[in-house]
């Protein structure tokens, strides 16, 4: 039985999708039955649980070999990972199989990136077999940009002349369900997987004339002030600290510090390639 968190988020309903286009039962532990409701009613199995409460995830993981570790980030994110991680290591569980970023590199000092590493770092030493899943840049944190270039004409984004790597949530979704349902398994053991979509590495020069194309007008990139961004932003993100957290990744890029670097592992493992940033802009329109 497999055990999938993160079902109500864009990874998490990505590989749900995947996994029942697939024919695949699987389990979901929700933190609201009410929200999740629309998968209830697709036949997936549902369980009320929190990775606040340890117990919850205990009797999630009752009947378990393969779980799915993905959560939002956040000040909490890494306590609640390796809570998650103990708890499963004595629950005997065989595999997991985390969502995680190609920015968990060591030497960062950025929280986000440093919370995927201490998680990582605690699944290699808990016994259990693992995977690690690091999709690049989110082709999702595009989604409003359609709607806000027809308004302005400008991507506004303080990138500097950084360049990122780009997927789709829903490849990484198609990505986890390949990976968890491989009738042979182990070949996934100790693996960390880099996936991007099949676009080169883009500027945000690259990034604005891609939308303006599929919106059908002339964007310009314009490299706003970075404390100006972020406080316009601020209101979507959860809390300061994500707020904060956000804008340190964004410096890093902006820097040329994390380049992003495309891979052909999406296409090599599934057999095609994933979907391209227009395409998916094309789609979301
Ligand atoms: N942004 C990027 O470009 C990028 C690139 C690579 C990797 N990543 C990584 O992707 C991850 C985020 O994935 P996502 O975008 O799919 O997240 P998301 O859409 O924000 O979804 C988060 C999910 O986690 C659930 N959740 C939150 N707190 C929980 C708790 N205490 N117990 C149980 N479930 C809980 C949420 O449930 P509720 O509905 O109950 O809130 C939701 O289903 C982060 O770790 C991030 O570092 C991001």
């Known amino acids: 039985m497999i055990l999938l968190t993160g079902i109500t988020g864009n990874n998490g309903g990505a590989t749900a999708n995947a996994l029942l286009e697939k024919g695949v039962q699987f389990r979901a532990l929700v933190r609201d039955l009410n929200k999740a409701r629309d998968w209830s009613a697709k036949g997936v199995e549902l369980v009320k649980g929190d990775l606040e409460d340890p117990e919850s995830v205990k009797a999630a993981l009752q009947g378990v070999d393969r779980a799915v570790l993905i959560l939002p980030n956040g000040e909490d994110q890494q306590r609640l990972e390796l809570s998650f991680i103990e708890t499963a290591r004595q629950a ?6 985390k969502l995680s970023s190609p920015e968990a590199i060591r030497g960062t000092t950025s929280p986000i990136p440093l919370a995927h590493i201490a ?4 699944i290699m030493a808990s016994g259990m077999n693992w995977t690690f899943v690091r999709p690049s840049f989110f082709m999702q944190n595009f989604r409003s940009s359609p709607a806000a270039c027809k308004a302005s004409g400008k991507l506004s984004m303080p990138m500097g002349n950084g360049t990122v790597a780009l997927t789709d949530c829903a490849d990484a979704g198609a990505f986890i369900a390949h990976v968890l349902t491989d009738d042979n398994p182990a ?3 100790g693996q960390c997987y ?6 080169p590495v883009m500027d945000f020069n690259d990034i604005a004339k891609i939308i303006g194309e599929v919106i059908g007008q002339n ?3 314009d490299d706003c002030d970075p404390h100006a961004f972020q406080e ?3 209101p979507f ?3 300061d600290w994500h707020s904060d957290a956000v804008a340190r990744l964004f410096a890093e890029i902006a820097s040329g510090e994390t380049p992003g670097v495309k891979t052909n592992t999406f296409q090599e493992m599934m057999g095609r390639p994933g979907t391209s940033l227009k395409e998916y ?3 979301i329109a």
């Open 187 to 189: 070949r996934h053991y």
């Open 237 to 239: 993100h959860r809390n």
């Open 219 to 221: 964007v310009e990139y």
């Open 119 to 122: 998680a990582e770092d605690a």
């Open 232 to 234: 316009a932003i601020r």
């Open 194 to 199: 880099n996936i991007t979509g099949p676009d």
């Open 92 to 97: 005997g569980l065989a595999w997991i199989l």
């Open 281 to 283: 802009l094309t789609k």
